[in-house]
């Protein structure tokens, strides 16, 4: 095989080595998170969590387990790196962006640990090609500081429907308003653009509705310009779980089903928008 | 006022709001006892599309006119065309996800809301802001044309499709047995260096071929493209009223529960001449399309101007003084306000030019549409004592033959 006879040498060195036989299941996911230039690589015993932020309000969060690789092998409790995710995602895709049925790109990234770049081999159809991008200072990513038992508001929706709702959202609305209660409306997504104000309602009890766990009547507000790259995650997922905590602090969880029908996570963390002005009704 | 559209027409309102946005930015919405009425018309007032759903198209349908009242409609307003263009949004899905779509006036008064049921419970609202405004109507007799036309909408729109999507005019030309559809050119173009298509069509591809009068016109094909678009859709025959140029030509689609109409201002052989004479005279100025209708023989021309707001009364000739007004924007609701002052003309017709300039397009011959005389040439003659209009002022630079023509037809 090309890729293990190439590192076979130096393969001691390398703190982390991941493999993949399909590189879209890495490349897919990524490109639901790439809204901003760089992520934060996390790697542990479980896995691979990338981190993209945005204004220190937003936070998006790819999960993909250790069981989603062919070979995963991590020689320290954690290791962690940034890199330019818009370059990393040329490379993954390096021998074309568009599936070709049949036909797969197999991956192998290997990193050597701190200061050193990340290595990426990647091969298809016997072409083999090594990528090296350049890693830097890991920074300290936000903690939302979400736990679930602080969740007040939960729901959790079949993609299907949210994502027609996400793109008629009336995008000359600068605020995205959920709201979320026991009581009527349930669940709904308000806008207040040019022409007026616009509501999507959901009820509890709608074959959409997977899960409906709302104790109280919450109402919060969140830059729509912050929201907007979700929509790549959420047309990714089959199923999205919103919950709000005490703080209105939002939390989407996006279920994804590679191409091999293996699971991996997305997640967004927002702020509520400070400005609460009138709400209109 | 209360509309209730059931599943399958909730597309066909959709589609109708698409296709008059190939129009103009602004709708004008209006119920009616006879129906809503959806129209718009475009910034230099050479085109108007009107869509009336009767209220047999509804599952439920309250004009809110109060009954026996005088008024023909208790409320009429405009809207931006975007914002209802948002509440129809994914036009594919509509038939699939829509269940029933409601329009109602919010009891504030001041939202129209379009509130749409959709599968799986899930219920989408729109509270869109408007603004009153007076009813838009030309005044058109489709029974008063020479020349008419049916046929599927299929034909027209294949015959449509050759066309560059940029060519902006399409000169239709009719004979007994055949009608013909060509690129016009401008003046100004080098035919040698423009591609010309042109389509002849035989009469027996049409349902109905109706010629009196073998004539050719000319007139803008974007704004049709949006009622082609919708016709195919729907199925129904399209049908083509016109004679002279000048006169606007008339485009229907008839069916029980719908009448759509169409109606596009058409180039004048007149202007075409003078503008070629004055071209060879003296280079265009930027000005000459706005003193073109100032200099325009008022006396054959009748302004057809009537709006609902006047109720049954006949459409009253308004003050002469806003006639040279009104000479630029015929469809705007000038002349239920009546008391409509005479102000300098002079002033006038400058802030015309003005207001005209961002919207006319430039170096246009297109008359405006409600100057072309609607009513058949013999009763002009009858007509003409009730709507006298003087030119009360020239335009300093109007070009003298025009002038002269002018006198010699009064």
Request: net charge negative; hydrophobic share 35%.
């Amino acid at each position: 095989m090309p890729l293990s006879t190439q590192l076979e040498a130096g393969e001691e060195q390398y703190v982390l080595i991941a493999s993949l036989d399909n590189a879209r299941n890495l490349s897919n996911i990524l490109k639901a998170i790439q809204f901003k230039d760089h992520a934060t690589f996390l790697a542990t015993s479980n896995g691979i969590k990338v981190t993209v932020e945005d204004s220190k309000c937003l936070q998006a969060n790819a999960f993909i387990q250790a069981e989603i690789f062919q070979e995963f092998s991590i020689q320290e409790d954690s290791v962690m790196f940034r890199v330019n995710l818009a370059v990393l995602l040329d490379c993954l895709t390096i021998f074309g962006g568009s599936a070709v049925p049949g036909v797969t790109t197999a991956l192998k990234m290997c990193y050597n640990g701190y200061g050193y770049p990340l290595t990426l081999i990647l091969e298809e159809g016997g072409v083999v090609t090594v990528c090296k991008i350049n890693t830097q200072e890991p920074e300290e990513t936000l903690d939302f500081d979400f736990c679930s038992t602080n969740v007040i508001n939960k729901v959790i929706l079949q993609s299907d429907s949210l994502r027609e709702a996400f793109s008629e959202l009336d995008m000359t609305s600068e605020v995205l308003q959920i709201t979320m209660s026991p009581d009527k409306p349930y669940f709904r997504l308000s806008t207040f653009g040019n022409s007026g104000s616009a509501h999507c309602d959901y009820p509890k009890d709608s074959d959409m509705m997977e899960v409906f766990q709302c104790t109280q009547t919450q109402t919060n507000r969140y830059k729509m310009s912050l929201l907007k790259p979700s929509t790549k995650a959420l047309s990714l997922s089959c199923k999205v779980s919103i919950r709000t905590d005490s703080r209105g602090f939002l939390s989407l969880q996006y279920m994804v089903r590679n191409d091999d029908g293996q699971i991996c996570f997305i997640e967004y963390f927002c702020c509520p928008d400070e400005e609460v002005g009138e709400q209109e009704q | 006022m209360r509309c209730v559209v059931a599943t399958s027409n909730v597309k066909v309102l959709g589609k109708a709001v698409h296709s008059l946005s190939r129009i103009g930015d602004e709708l004008y919405f209006e119920p009616l006892s006879s129906g809503l009425a959806l129209r718009c018309v475009n910034s230099s007032r050479s085109a108007y599309g009107c869509f009336l759903f009767t209220p047999l198209f509804f599952q439920h349908y309250d004009s809110g006119a109060p009954p026996g009242g005088l008024e023909d409609s208790s409320f009429r307003c405009k809207m931006g065309m975007k914002s209802v263009q948002t509440v129809f949004k994914s036009l594919s899905s509509l038939d699939k996800t829509v269940e029933k779509c409601e329009i109602d006036l919010n009891p504030g008064g001041n939202r129209l809301v379009f509130q749409l049921h959709c599968k799986y419970g899930i219920t989408k609202t729109h509270n869109l802001s408007f603004q009153e405004s007076e009813s838009l109507q030309p005044v058109f007799q489709k029974d008063g044309y020479a020349n008419v036309l049916r046929a599927q909408p299929r034909l027209l729109a294949d015959t449509v499709v050759h066309f560059p999507p940029s060519l902006e005019e399409v000169n239709v030309t009719v004979s007994g047995e055949r009608v013909q559809f060509r690129n016009h050119l401008e003046d100004e173009q080098d035919a040698s260096k423009m591609m010309l298509t042109e389509m002849s069509l035989d009469a027996d591809e049409f349902e109905s071929f109706q010629v009196r009068e073998e004539t050719g016109i000319t007139f803008c094909l974007k704004e049709l493209r949006g009622l082609l678009s919708f016709a195919e859709s729907s199925g129904l025959p399209l049908s083509m009223y016109f004679d002279q140029p000048g006169r606007p030509v008339v485009f229907g689609l008839d069916d029980p529960v719908l009448e759509v109409n169409f109606v596009l201002a058409t180039l004048s052989d007149e202007e075409t001449t003078t503008h070629r004479e004055r071209n060879r005279s003296r280079p265009p100025q930027a000005d000459t399309s706005h003193d073109d209708f100032l200099s325009d023989d008022m006396d054959s021309y009748m302004i057809a101007m009537e709006t609902s707001a006047v109720g049954g009364a006949e459409a009253q000739p308004c003050s002469t003084g806003s006639d040279q007004r009104r000479a630029r924007e015929p469809v705007s609701a000038a002349c239920s306000s009546g008391s409509k002052q005479q102000r300098g003309l002079e002033s006038e017709s400058e802030e015309e030019e003005e207001e005209e300039l961002p919207g006319t397009p430039p170096q246009k011959r297109f008359r405006s549409l409600f100057f072309g005389s609607v009513l058949s040439p013999y009763s002009q003659g009858a007509n003409q004592t009730l709507r006298n209009q003087e030119v009360l002022a020239e335009a300093s630079d109007s070009d003298p033959e025009e002038q002269e023509e002018e006198t010699a037809k009064k």
